[in-house]
């Protein structure tokens, strides 16, 4: 099977789950990476390395900022005349965006998120979970290029192979500046920390880390104001424990609608879909809308006061009492176990 992977980066950084469909990819056959931007001669080789066949690389001044028109277009352009059997990508924003836009001029569809891929005669046939990852659905699709995004993390990063070489192809971009209707004028940076979607170690914080009615808060605060400032105490413990495990700091829907974090941070199915080794859940009930977007974590604990609590029904282990109790604990201990 003739696979095609795209490799999506921001400058130059390329997201790890764009390996991983590189990996995925190579499992069925000959792989070719397909890399757009400008001065990202550096991502062909870490493709090589990764276990690339085939580079295609468009590298030009209208491919600087990711711009879907301008990046789908070429895509599309390229595999129209190459016809590639399927093309994969990573379920990145990105990524879905590129998909299904690209599918939309290739006449074809989109499997999107997908967790395992098999070969069926020619046809490839993928898992993707359901209804909130309540059910896990096989399907196939009939019609060339067969499009697939893949979940990162549900497939392993190939072993690299350094100084690996292949076949570079140099490519144009299919749309010059003047027809490019949106132009980029600038970023700004979010948040730092460690990135939800690439953690292998996240730690969560949901609408019970702002419940300690020992603390006291500073005179003068109304109603809002005073429950922000104790979710900011309760995450305070949710981010210490985050930093000396080197983990992603993660929150329930609850937590970001009352203000305690930003969207960024939000886990479930309107937020991030996060597959980690290890998910610890701090004062998260376990709504069916959270569970769809960290159910396939590896290992889960939960912490919470509620012993009937849903989050428990999916956690390895489960730990009934006090976050505010639970939390310094735990820090303490793993800082001793680790040296920190
Ligand atoms: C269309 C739709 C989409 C949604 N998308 C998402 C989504 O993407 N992500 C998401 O998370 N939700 C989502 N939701 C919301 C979801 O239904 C829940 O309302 C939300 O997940 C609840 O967040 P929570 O668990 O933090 O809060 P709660 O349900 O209020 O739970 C708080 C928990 O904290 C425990 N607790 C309280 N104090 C302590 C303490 N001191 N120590 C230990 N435990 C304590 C309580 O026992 C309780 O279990 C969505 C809802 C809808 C309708």
């Not at 030009?60 to 994969?88: M, N």
């Not at 290739?106 to 998120?113: E, H, N, Q, S, Y």
């Not at 993928?126 to 399907?139: D, F, M, Q, W």
Request: proline share 4%; aromatic share 6%.
């Amino acid at each position: 099977m003739k696979t095609w992977v795209y490799i999506d980066h921001f400058k130059g950084q390329a997201m790890p789950a764009s390996w991983e469909a590189l990996g995925a990819g190579k499992n069925l056959g000959t792989v070719t990476a397909v890399i757009f931007g400008q001065n990202v001669e550096a991502l062909a080789k870490e493709a090589f390395e990764n276990g690339a066949d085939e580079v295609l690389l468009a590298d030009d001044v209208t491919l600087a900022d990711y711009r879907a028109e301008a990046f789908s277009s070429s895509l599309s352009k390229l595999a129209a005349a190459a016809s590639p059997d399927a093309i994969f990508l990573p379920t990145t924003t990105r990524g879905r965006e590129i998909a299904a836009m690209a599918a939309i001029d290739l006449k074809t569809g989109v499997m999107v998120d997908v967790t395992a891929i098999e070969v069926q005669g020619d046809s490839i046939v993928v898992t993707r979970p359901i209804y909130a990852g309540k059910l896990l659905s096989k399907e196939t699709c009939s019609t060339r290029p067969q499009i697939v995004t893949l979940r990162g993390r549900a497939f392993p990063k190939p072993a690299t192979q350094a100084g690996r070489t292949s076949t570079l192809t140099k490519v144009s971009p299919a749309m010059s500046e003047a027809d490019i209707k949106s132009k980029v004028e600038g970023y700004t940076t979010a948040e730092a920390g460690v990135s939800l979607i690439d953690a292998s170690v996240i730690v969560s914080g949901g609408r019970g880390v702002s419940n300690n009615p020992a603390l006291t808060p500073p005179g003068g605060l109304d109603e809002k104001q005073t429950e922000i400032w104790r979710a900011q105490q309760g995450f305070a413990l949710v981010k210490e424990l985050a930093s000396v495990l080197g983990a992603a700091v993660g929150a329930s829907r609850a937590a970001v609608d009352a203000g305690y974090v930003t969207y960024s941070h939000q886990v479930g199915q309107t937020g991030k879909v996060v597959s980690p080794d290890l998910y610890i859940a701090n004062g998260i009930s376990g709504a069916i809308q959270h569970l769809a977007g960290m159910r396939t974590s590896k290992v889960i604990v939960a912490v919470n006061k509620d012993t009937d609590a849903p989050i428990f029904k999916v956690a390895r282990y489960g730990v009934v009492g006090d976050l505010f109790q639970i939390l310094p604990a735990l820090t303490a201990a793993f800082k001793q176990r680790l040296g920190k």
